[in-house]
Every structure is written in C-alpha cells, then in structure tokens.
C-alpha cells in the first residue's frame, strides 16, 4: 500500500461515524449478589425496597465526587486521627469506643464497595472482623465497657453506638453476602431484648431509636423471628415520642441556650424526619404514616435554610440566614428522605433529597475534601475564630474549616452522603419495575419481572444540565415499567422512548411510569427544563434557583491555614471581593433577567473557579449591611433603597461556593 492509498483509508475511516452508527458496546447485566427484600407480614407494605449494596455503581461527576472523597479525608482517616487509630475500642482496644468508629464505618462501608475500591475495602473489613468475630457470649457486640475510653461514664451503657454498627453490618451483607452477619444480629437482638427493661434505652438511644427500628426490620424480613417484633415495640416504649412533639411544637423561632435540650438538638431532628414512617411499619397507625408531613410543614415555616436543611448550630436556629447548620444533620437528613422515600413511595422526598445533595452536601467540604464545616451558613462572609459568633451554643471555631473543629462527629460522620446518596438512586418497586427516586449519572444492575437481569446506564450531567438520558440492556426482551420521577418543581417536561415523543403530559410532583417490552440497547431521554426561579424567604429576601441547585453570589476566597499539617489541616477563609449586594430583578420574571451561561463539566463541578453554571444579574450595594461579629450581619428587609450605582454580580452553584450569599435582599426600583 503506497501512501496516497493509505491516507485515503485514513479519510474514509474517520468519517465513517458520520454515515454509519457506531455499534453501542455490549451491556451484559450483573445482578448484586443479595436478593431484594419486601416488608413481610404483619409489617405494613413499604412503597419501594432500596436495592443491594453494590447494584447501582455511579458514574461521570458522581463518580469522581466519590474518588475525591475517598483520597481525601475518608480514604485516610484512620491513619492519623486517634479516635480512629488502632487502639480503639471498636478494634479491641483501650481508646475511644462510643460512636466514632461506627460512624466512619457507616460511610467507609459504602463508599469502599462502590469504587470497589480493595484499599478502602481492606480497612472496612478490619472494622467489621473484629466486631463479627468478637461477638461476647451473651451476643452483646462491640467494645468491651469495662476497658474502652468513654466522655461520659453513662456512654458504656448506651445502645447508641451500636445501632451505628448495625447499620453498617447491614449494607455489608448486601454487598458480599457474608453468612456471619444474620446470625451475629440474631444474637445481639435477643440480647437486647433480654436487658431491654433493665438497660433502658437513654439520652441519644433515646432520640435515635428510629435507627435499630431499620436494622430489626432488615433482618425480620430475612429471617420473620418474632421477637424481634417484640424488640421493636419495647424500644417503642421507651423511646422519644417525636410524632408528639411535632404536633405541639413549641420552638417557633431560634431557641435560647436554657431551652435547649436533646428534642432541639438539629442532628437528632434530622434523623428524627423518619422515625414515624419506619415505626408506621410495625405499628400500621395512619397517625404514624402522616405525621412525616406535620414535620416537615412546622420544621419549614420556622426553620428551613435555602439549602434544603433546617437549622441548627446545633440546636433551632430559625430562618435567618447567617445561621448555620451541622454537617451531621446534612448527611443524616439525607439518609432520612432516602429511608421516607423506600417507605411512603412520595415523590416530594426524591425532590428534598436533591435539593440537599447538590447544594448543603458539597457546601461544607474543602473542595479536596481534606477538611469540613461543623457549621455551613446560606450566608456565610467569612469563616474565622470569633467567640462573640450569634451561633445557638457552637462554639467559636464552628464554621472553620478543618479536621476536628468545633467537634469531632461530624468528622466521623461525615462520610455516609455521597455514597448513600450514589446507593438510593434507584428502587425496586411492587410490580417488579424500577423507580427513579433522584437523578445522577449511573449504572443500576437488578432484576426485573420473571427474573430478568437488566442494566439501566444513566448519562447525564444533571443537575447541571435538562437532560437524563437511560439506555436499557434486558439479558433478553422483556415487559416491565420504569418509572421517573418528575419533580414538581418543573414545568413542561418531555419525554421521548426511542425515537417516539411521548405525548402524555408528565404531571409535576409524581412518578410516571413507562410499561413497555424492552430491548438491548431501548432509550429514554427525559428534559426537565430549568429556568431560573426566584423563591421568597427570610424578611421577605429572595432565593434564585435552577431546577435542583440554589444560586449563591461568588465571593473572592483568601484561605489562611491557622494551624495543623497540610492536607488535613484548619483553615478560615476571608472574602477578597464585596458582598453586601442587592438584587434588581423582577422575582416574577427572574429568567428572563439572569442570564445563564453553562461551561463544560469538569472533574470537580464543586470548584469555584470551574463551576459548570454560572449566573449574571443587576445588583447594587448596600453599605449600610455589613458584618457583625464575623458574619454577615441582620438582613435587611425587603424592599430596600440604595442609590449605589447598578452593577453585574456572578452566582454559581451554592455547593461550589464556600463563601457566599444565597438569601439575597431586593433593591425597590
């Protein structure tokens, strides 16, 4: 072959994408290897059951958030903290041996079998060895009292603890199927039903008992022993009434420090968002089913943040946004709306769910996720030492961030939400489909109707970009229905099934389902436009958001380390460029007076500097605003006069912005 003839091979070869379809490479499905689970009787029938550990594997953005995370802070943990260090009690040592080291199992275990990650999943299993295989004769697990490290002497005898560990065994069954999980619960539960009167639950057990609920209703339905029935409605009477609590609510504004007590407490209120629905399982009481929604309707009108999360820091801290909010209470509300989501089957809870993942979950990360915030603010100007902070009862270092300040749970803790997000994307439902309950690039491996293996690969940049595009790949053609959530906050979305536009109107708000004979290699393309919107909030201030993401001004970051060994050292964080702005727009014609512009998705859309959305619009100063005691000061009430000259003002994604305003005042033309 002469060169001519070559180079004309070269042309024909690379415009043949242009005339002939590339073939799609083989999907093969691969099922995880624990099988699905349903409430079995007398439990009440859950809406949806959450899939194995392991069946949905993310993938694009989500995927590198997860690789970030694991060679940050939760990847190496453990090798420098010492609540962590060999000598903990939760590895048969002396050291701590409360609740650190179920914590940062609870996220390692997920995060480890999603990135199959053989690093992250040897030291997950040196954890959940020692606590297997350690097993006391009575069936009591964990540390042994009379040696661990403890704050507190009543902290030997808390159940709290445990049920951490619990939830960890759990995923760690599903993902691997080791047959000494089932028989250690089984054990542990008739020990705690054999001290239950004697060793009552207290303090945080007390508040979270919600949590065993879910790891005794795993095992009933894989085992239906009746006592752990029995367990549950003990634990019942001695627990916190939440359902109570919220139909009297009494905390109407940000609490006083003599008011505060564990029922305020806004990590407890963030587990709390769930434990109606799962004691409604074991109960059936229609009062148990509803009282999720009384909840979320006083947590809302008088403490709801425009980041999705309630306040706390760390008790109620009403609507203002110079407020702050636990990172606990991130991850842990997270973990609720996915519960509320598998039980009640309410769209709205997939809607919460995304809004607190894109925006109040990557907010109070560095963006190496080397350090994070015990506090994040919707209105946060700087991040620095100041103990006159207007925080509930944090402390002065609470927005720092860091590897331990403030308080070392969050550090431990903080690990569960991007990969119990990853793990929830998906759900099996009753007529053997799968649902949809949040968006985000993945892969999802189950089983459908008449036991067909199908894979589902999801290709999106959502939430930065409209469009979610699903390829199916059945190990054979088969019938079974998919159903999308839509959530309710578009409007006019589209559909279209292979090459066909579907004409029926996608209702906001609900799951629409498409039951259909699928192919190898079947599309859906779902559009959910978003235009910008413009929300109300405290003192009549205005909240911009795109479909799932919440706009905040960009504000010039000057990081000053302040102490510690650099990756996992504490840092503040000072503002370089003015924020003390005003809007000028219409709130009812907010899209059409913010400009968007979307840049290409890089390796971190939580980036500052490379944020995928990026937003312009009129704004002014207002001089007389400014900082108070390190934060920006009270918000003024709109509307607001300023003859300071019209300027144009930067938003990007609330997550990628680590100081910002979000609750913006309106400027009265």
């Not at 093969?28 to 689970?37: F, G, K, L, N």
């Not at 009434?241 to 940000?254: I, L, M, Q, S, Y």
Request: proline content about 8%; charged content about 25%.
């Amino acid at each position: 072959m002469d060169r001519r003839e070559w180079i004309a091979r070269m042309v024909l070869l690379a415009a043949a994408p242009a005339c002939r379809r590339r073939p799609r490479p083989e999907i093969r499905p691969q099922p995880a290897p624990t099988a699905v689970y349903w409430n079995r009787a007398p439990l009440q029938p859950n809406a949806f059951a959450p899939l194995p550990l392991g069946s949905i594997k993310p993938r694009g953005w989500l995927r590198n958030q997860l690789e970030i995370q694991a060679a940050g802070l939760s990847g190496h943990l453990d090798e420098f903290w010492p609540d962590l260090g060999p000598d903990s009690g939760w590895l048969g040592g002396t050291g701590e041996s409360w609740e650190r080291g179920p914590y940062y199992l609870d996220g390692l275990v997920p995060l480890a079998w999603l990135l199959e990650d053989e690093r992250l999943i040897a030291k997950a299993r040196k954890w959940l060895d020692w606590t297997l295989n350690n097993q006391r004769p009575d069936g009591a697990i964990g540390p042994d009292p009379a040696r661990g490290r403890y704050a507190a002497d009543w902290q030997a005898q808390d159940w709290w603890p445990n049920m951490i560990m619990l939830k960890a065994l759990t995923q760690f069954q599903e993902a691997t199927g080791d047959e000494r999980v089932i028989p250690v619960m089984s054990r542990y539960f008739r020990h705690h039903l054999a001290q239950a009167d004697q060793r009552p639950l207290i303090r945080w057990a007390q508040m979270r008992w919600a949590e065993e609920i879910l790891s005794i209703v795993w095992l009933y339905n894989r085992t239906g022993e009746t006592e752990l029935l029995e367990l549950a409605r003990k634990l019942a009477g001695q627990a916190f009434d939440w359902k109570a609590h919220f139909a009297d609510f009494r905390f109407p504004e940000k609490v006083r420090r003599e008011q505060t007590n564990l029922s305020t407490h806004v990590v407890n209120n963030a587990m709390a968002m769930k434990t109606s629905a799962v004691w409604w399982q074991v109960s059936g009481a229609e009062s148990d089913r509803k009282a999720i929604y009384r909840l979320l309707e006083v947590m809302d009108r008088y403490h709801l943040h425009p980041n999705g999360v309630h306040s706390g820091d760390e008790h109620y801290a009403g609507l203002d946004p110079s407020q702050g909010t636990e990172t606990c209470a991130v991850v842990e509300g997270m973990f609720s709306l996915e519960m509320l989501a598998a039980i009640l089957g309410d769209p709205m809870f997939g809607d919460r769910l995304e809004r607190i993942a894109f925006n109040a979950l990557p907010a109070p990360f560095k963006p190496d996720m080397w350090a994070r915030q015990y506090d994040q603010q919707p209105n946060q100007v700087q991040c620095s030492i100041d103990k006159n902070r207007n925080w509930t009862t944090n402390g002065p270092e609470a927005n720092l961030f860091g590897l331990e300040t403030n308080f070392g749970c969050c550090t431990a803790n903080m690990h569960q939400g991007w990969p119990k997000f990853a793990s929830h994307l998906w759900m099996a439902t009753r007529d053997e489909g799968l649902a949809a309950i949040a968006y985000a690039p993945s892969r999802v491996d189950a089983r459908v109707r008449g036991g067909v293996a199908v894979a589902i690969v999801e290709d999106t940049e959502y939430p930065f970009e409209e469009t979610i595009r699903l390829r199916v790949y059945p190990e054979r053609p088969a019938v079974f229905p998919l159903y999308l959530r839509v959530p309710a906050w578009v409007r006019s979305a589209k559909l279209r099934v292979g090459d066909a536009e579907l004409a029926a109107e996608l209702r906001p708000g609900s799951f629409h389902p498409i039951e259909r004979r699928w192919g190898p290699g079947d599309s859906v393309e779902l559009v959910l436009p978003m235009p910008v919107e413009a929300e109300r909030h405290w003192r009549n201030s205005v909240v911009l958001r795109r479909g799932p993401l919440v706009l905040a001004l960009k504000i010039g970051e000057q990081w000053r380390k302040i102490r510690g060994e650099e990756p996992h050292a504490d840092w503040e964080v000072y503002p370089t460029t003015p924020w003390n702005y005003g809007l000028l727009i219409d709130p009812a014609r907010a899209a059409s007076e913010v400009t968007i512009e979307r840049r290409p998705l890089g390796r971190n859309p939580f980036l500052g500097d490379e944020a995928p959305i990026v937003a312009r619009v009129k704004a002014r100063r207002i001089p007389e605003w400014t900082m108070v005691n390190s934060s920006a000061g009270p918000l003024p009430v709109s509307p607001v006069t300023s003859a300071q000259s019209d300027e144009e003002v930067t938003l990007i994604p609330y997550g990628a912005a680590k100081l910002r305003i979000t609750a913006f005042p309106l400027i009265a033309r």
